[in-house]
């Protein structure tokens, strides 16, 4: 019998690193979900309750959720290596492409081809195809084995995109381009503040966080207690950080989505078919770069994911809560959380025939 690869074995490493809270990932997601519908419809009054505890445009109880859940992720992160990553060109140019101009384009397409008689769902659901992902994606690419470091670059170079992008591509997508195209148009009005404040909450607290952390604790007790002892410690409350936030969610339009399940429908479709092409094709260009597997999973899951919160605030801000743009922001979180769940198993399927010339580097997981 023919003795195995070692990247076959290190492969099959990587699945067997993952805890039973992890691997128990898409019940606990399926049961907060249920859960936080389950509160929206019996508890009418909790969705304006939720809505009332902000601060500006940033909701306090989805900011406590994100902050607990990418803190442990950022603390993961040797902060050492992220100038190799910025100094892979064909990574960078790559995501970027992915993400601004690929990423919007193709939403645009999805919500006109498959809600062009529902101009609210569609103005939502491209709402949401232009807020590039910057937080729940470091779950996702850690469980999926990528690079962590790559992920925090890439990251924070899509916040920096959003704070200057966005309102401008919301008026290219909602206004221009459909003018041209000779289509219905709506406007958007929201300041580069509002979505400067929301970035630095979502992603520079957690972010200054989790450096802070690993350089006080490497100093003051050294990289092997913080890499066995302090990580495993805090490693599951990314978990519990994304289950809160899910419940969150989900109750903020619990009663909206269980009396109206048509809707829900009609706008998981274009967002089904985004996540599904954008990840393929994003895995696609990653592997004719000729990147290693971590760095593939890391281009795919950041250009597939969608910061969903900056969609529905600015939903909710514009548009108002009640809007048919506010519940297509909200049900992005309910069809990308178990799609991309769904794409972590694929991308473990793939990662076990992947076949490079030695073994791949581990990606890590939030609670291992």
């Known amino acids: 019998m023919a003795a195995r690869p070692a990247s076959d074995l290190a492969q099959e490493h990587l699945i067997s690193r993952l805890s039973g809270l992890d691997r128990l990932l898409p ?4 049961l907060a979900m249920a859960a936080g519908l389950g ?14 505890i902000q601060v500006g445009t940033v909701s306090v109880p989805i900011a406590i959720g994100l902050l607990v859940m990418m803190y442990p992720v950022l603390a993961r992160v040797d902060y050492g290596r992220l100038p190799r990553v910025t100094a892979d060109r064909r990574l960078v140019a790559a995501s970027l492409l992915l993400n601004w101009v690929v990423g919007p384009a193709l939403m645009f397409t999805l919500a006109w081809l498959l809600l062009p008689d529902l101009p609210a769902y ?5 709402l949401v195809g232009l ?3 910057i937080a729940m994606v470091l779950i996702w690419n850690d469980l999926a084995g990528g ?3 790559a ?8 916040a920096v995109f959003q704070v200057v992008a966005y309102a401008g591509l919301g008026a290219f997508y909602l206004r221009i381009l ?3 195209l000779g289509l219905a148009r709506s406007s958007l009005r929201v300041s580069p503040l509002t979505i400067a404040a929301m970035v630095g909450v979502f992603l520079g607290v957690p972010l200054l966080a989790g450096a802070l952390t690993r350089l006080v604790g490497t100093r003051r007790r050294g990289a092997l207690w913080y890499e066995r002892q302090f990580l495993p410690r805090i490693g599951p409350w990314a978990l519990y950080g994304l289950l809160f936030t899910v419940v969150v969610l989900f109750a903020l339009q619990g009663r909206a989505i269980t009396t ?4 829900v429908v009609r706008i998981a479709l274009p967002l089904l078919a985004y996540f599904a092409l954008m990840w393929g094709s994003s895995f696609w260009v990653g592997r004719r770069l000729g990147l290693a597997y971590p760095r593939v999973t890391t281009l795919a899951f950041t250009a597939a994911g969608n910061n969903f919160e900056l969609a529905i605030a600015v939903a909710i801000g514009v548009f108002g809560v009640a809007s048919g743009e506010a519940l297509a922001g909200v049900v992005g979180p309910l069809i990308e959380v178990p799609a991309l769940v769904g794409l972590v198993y694929v991308s473990l399927w793939i990662r076990r025939r992947w076949r490079t010339a030695g073994p791949l580097p581990a990606g890590g997981t939030p609670s291992s």
């Open 27 to 30: 019940v606990w997601i399926l």
């Open 39 to 52: 509160l929206g419809r019996l508890w009418p009054s909790l969705a304006a309750l939720l809505h009332r």
């Open 122 to 126: 569609r103005t939502g659901v491209i």
């Open 131 to 133: 807020a590039r992902c």
């Open 147 to 149: 690079d962590r470091e």
């Open 151 to 158: 992920a925090a670059v890439l990251v924070a170079l899509n």
């Open 178 to 180: 459909p003018g041209w």
């Open 260 to 263: 109206d399940p048509v809707a």
